[in-house]
């Protein structure tokens, strides 16, 4: 079964809390601190336009995208999921936005050319279930990044899944959407099922059932900052997300900034 098919036309209503400008917030200082991006449209030459690219990888319906396209980077939006992306195209002609969006697989990910930052951030590297095709993933990111620049991404890590959210379910009634989150983890194989089930107002008192079943599994920060050295590039700073502060055994959601170092020949 594919997943953000219908649930793409409910995601932004059922994700309304999510803290994208405290998000985009981080992510515009992490890039001033250490990246090599900056938010000038107006390059003076080719490899300052290069450099001043960004891309969201796994950009979903491209909030995140659109809210850094404003702080004045030149934005890619990277998904898989076609039904996400044509949310993010909508939000683009509405807004006016000069945002390019591409479907790939990020297992796959081809761009035109280098890029400064690639971030990826709301878990989406969990949904790679396999460490060898994670590893892929970041020779891919080291493989486009301009000399210099940053790779910027968080992750649910395995404490999180087995402690915090596994075995649980979520629920929550709204008045035109409700939904239940089920949830089922795997220790042995360190993932989690989640099950999802939505209900959908169509019309007056009538709802349309949907259900997507979700997998991702949770890395510990030693497993992630591995593929990142194995991938080529360095590490440059690791904190807690929720804090931002250093990693303690109950964190549950990491970020990590890496940055390119050379390609390998």
Wanted: hydrophobic share 35%.
């Amino acid at each position: 079964m594919e997943i953000y098919q219908d649930f793409a036309g409910v995601y932004d209503e059922l994700m309304d809390n999510t803290p994208y400008a405290l998000w985009a917030e981080r992510l515009e200082g992490l890039i001033r601190k250490y990246g090599v991006s900056k938010p000038e449209r107006d390059a003076e030459d080719v490899l300052d336009s290069e450099r001043n690219l960004v891309v969201d990888l796994g950009c979903g319906t491209g909030t995140l995208t659109e809210l850094m396209y404003r702080k004045g980077y030149d934005m890619i939006g990277v998904d898989v999921s076609e039904p996400m992306l044509n949310i993010a195209m909508e939000k683009k002609e509405r807004n006016g936005s000069e945002i390019l969006y591409l479907q790939q697989d990020m297992r796959e990910l081809e761009l035109y050319s280098t890029v400064g930052t690639v971030f990826s951030v709301c878990d989406s590297l969990n949904y790679i279930l396999e460490e060898d095709e994670l590893l892929e993933v970041f020779s891919l990111v080291n493989n486009y990044l301009f000399p210099g620049g940053i790779f910027v991404f968080d992750f649910n890590t395995d404490y999180k899944y087995r402690e915090v959210i596994g075995e649980s379910t979520i629920a929550e009634n709204r008045e035109d959407c409700s939904f239940i989150w089920e949830n089922f983890y795997d220790p042995e194989e360190e993932i989690n099922e989640y099950d999802l089930t939505v209900f959908v107002r169509e019309d007056g008192d009538s709802f349309r059932r949907f259900t997507e079943t979700h997998f991702q599994r949770g890395y510990t920060v030693e497993q992630m900052l591995d593929l990142v050295r194995r991938s080529g590039m360095a590490v440059v700073e690791v904190m807690d997300a929720d804090t931002g502060e250093a990693v303690t055994d109950r964190s549950g959601r990491v970020y990590v900034v890496a940055r390119e170092q050379g390609k390998k020949v």
